[in-house]
């Protein structure tokens, strides 16, 4: 690779991204005193930045996305060999990367038909969105088009995506937005709306029948809800509430969208989050981890049922799907998710995740034992958060700037952590964890050790 720079000192490189780049989710006067970071090496679970300084990266890529760790060479090889024989032509037509990745997906996905492929999770959601409503209009005649989602859950950065984030300050400033998204009850036992009770997981379930019987379920055509909240705080689901969930779907004609743009493709070691919870989806999307990061590429997957509507009336012009994604045929995505898929079975990384990620709670709950400040500690699979309090009795979250000096102290150390980041006038409180599926015990012992000393630091 030749980028005309001298990889020894990169302070040319670290002037023209001060003057040129604009950063995703930053404020940029800092830059005028601080120099942005640049990362230019990764290694397993390991990345280098321009300074040459070493970063445990505990959040696999900063937005939980490169999951089999940096530095492949075999994807690499083959995104360069699927590039020099057919780079890209329109998914109007197919490709052999793409056939086979799609085939050997719906192998993992048992009841599961059709792949359509796109390239961001925001795209993919979209896609399922647009499928709900022009089913809304084919069967319903427009009426059942509303699309349930849930406080605390993320779909996306575009404006309809953003129409379904039940993250309220990541919306600020960004409105109007969509009509027919209705927001259902969040799903978290640490914070239950209904006090203590043995049935948090069906009485969560049951408030999003509520809101189906209010709006009249012949208006609602689909709910979204990630298997797991990732961003808005590491929510794993209650006991009771998939299946009663599933069950509120079929008795009012419902589609399930599952969105697995996180814990997709291992990250809770199953293929899938909704795996573990017994549940049959009518859509589910797909993103990060599909390939780690080494090509852009999401998928919208759908049952037979829901792929037949698209195709049963051939004499009538509308009756298919009428969409595009320009970059949905670019043959290096389907060609990395087919390595990225290969190598998470050869290296047997679901039986690691669920090993590691054992490990991980285990730990930070050990932490929990000490700091008083950690509330609640949860996870599934290498995808773990422990939440911050004030008080442990009355549950009063940390200040965001707590949080914040907390993932400053572990970054100090030299681990890269997470954090809800402005997305709730409170809640911004819970450390984020999900480390590459290769991810060690030592790794692990590395990356709490960093947080035990950046609490005690921060909160005392
Ligand atoms: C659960 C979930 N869905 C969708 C998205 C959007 O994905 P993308 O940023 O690729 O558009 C994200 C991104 O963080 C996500 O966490």
């Given at each position: 690779m030749n980028l005309s720079v001298n990889m020894n000192d990169l302070s040319d490189v670290i002037e023209s991204d001060r003057a040129h780049v604009w950063h995703?989710?930053?404020?940029?006067?800092?830059y005028e005193t601080v120099d942005p970071m640049i990362i230019v090496e990764g290694k397993g679970i390991h990345v280098w930045d321009a300074k040459g300084n070493k970063y445990l990266d505990a959040v696999s890529g900063g937005v939980w996305t490169v999951n089999v760790g940096y530095g492949r060479e075999s994807i690499a090889n083959a995104v360069r060999d699927q590039l020099v024989k057919m780079?890209?032509?329109?998914?109007a037509a197919g490709s052999i990367p793409g056939a086979l990745f799609a085939e050997k997906l719906i192998e993992k996905m048992p009841g599961m038909s059709r792949v359509y492929f796109s390239n961001s999770g925001s795209e993919a959601n979209e896609k399922a969105y647009k499928i709900v409503r022009q089913i809304a209009h084919n069967k319903y005649d427009g009426k059942k088009h509303k699309i349930l989602y849930r406080d605390r859950d993320y779909h996306g950065t575009t404006i309809t995506a953003l129409s379904s984030c039940g993250q309220h300050q990541r919306k600020d400033q960004y409105g109007p937005f969509t009509p027919g998204f209705v927001e259902v009850p969040h799903c978290s036992e640490y914070r239950s709306q209904y006090g203590p009770c043995d049935d948090y997981g069906v009485k969560a379930a049951r408030a999003i029948e509520d809101v189906i019987l209010a709006e009249g379920p012949d208006t609602v055509g689909a709910m979204v809800l990630e298997p797991v909240t990732a961003g808005g705080g590491v929510i794993t689901p209650p006991e009771g509430y998939w299946e009663t969930v599933q069950e509120i779907c079929k008795k009012y004609d419902i589609l399930l969208q599952i969105d697995?743009?996180?814990?997709?493709?291992?990250?809770?070691?199953?293929?899938?989050?909704?795996?573990h919870y017994g549940i049959q989806p009518d859509l589910v999307t797909m993103a990060k981890g599909v390939a780690s990061g080494y090509a852009a590429i999401s998928c919208t997957v759908t049952t037979e049922a829901v792929f037949e509507q698209f195709k049963a009336?051939?004499?009538?012009?509308?009756?298919?799907?009428?969409d595009i994604s320009?970059?949905?045929?670019?043959?290096a995505g389907p060609a990395a998710a087919l390595e990225n898929m290969r190598i998470i079975e050869e290296e047997n990384l679901l039986d690691n995740v669920t090993r590691m990620g054992d490990y991980l709670v285990s730990r930070l709950n050990e932490l929990k034992e000490k700091h008083q400040a950690i509330g609640d500690v949860r996870g599934k699979g290498l995808f773990c958060g422990a939440e911050l309090v004030v008080d442990r009795e009355t549950k009063e979250p940390v200040d965001e700037s707590v949080t914040q000096a907390v993932v400053a102290e572990c970054f100090a150390q030299g681990v890269i952590i997470g954090a809800t980041n402005r997305s709730f006038a409170k809640l911004n409180n819970t450390l984020c964890l999900s480390p590459a599926?290769?991810?060690t015990k030592d790794n692990i012992d590395e990356i709490v050790t960093a947080i035990d000393n950046a609490l005690t630091k921060v909160c005392g």
């Open positions: 995703h989710l930053s404020q940029h006067k800092k780079n890209y032509f329109s998914n697995e743009v996180v814990c997709g493709l291992g990250r809770t070691g199953k293929w899938f989050g909704y795996q009336d051939p004499t009538d012009p509308m009756s298919y799907f009428r320009t970059f949905g045929g670019c043959a599926l290769i991810c």
